[in-house]
């Protein structure tokens, strides 16, 4: 499982990091995914919510904006991205 996390400003990519597991994606797991993600990317973790989860398994991409973080976030948009191989 590969999932591309881009953080995103003025619609340019700002930062980006590539999360990489042996194991298969199970979505009873994102929130963990999405925590070692932010730690790797030196953010905050947004607040998870089931529509998060039903945008990546149907679309294979999520986006979590400025409100979906509790703490500052310095950025317009955190975007990951279900790499398929």
């Not at 990317?41 to 979906?68: E, M, Q, S």
Request: negative net charge.
């Amino acid at each position: 499982m590969k999932i591309w996390a881009k953080l995103i400003t003025d619609g340019k990519i700002r930062k980006q990091f590539v999360y990489e597991k042996e194991e298969r994606l199970t979505y009873s797991h994102f929130f963990d995914y999405l925590t070692e993600i932010c730690q790797a990317l030196d953010i905050p973790t947004p607040v998870l919510l089931k529509t998060h989860i039903f945008n990546f398994a149907k679309f294979n991409h999520v986006r979590f904006i400025r409100r979906d973080f509790v703490e500052e976030f310095d950025y317009d948009q955190l975007f990951l991205e279900n790499i398929i191989l």
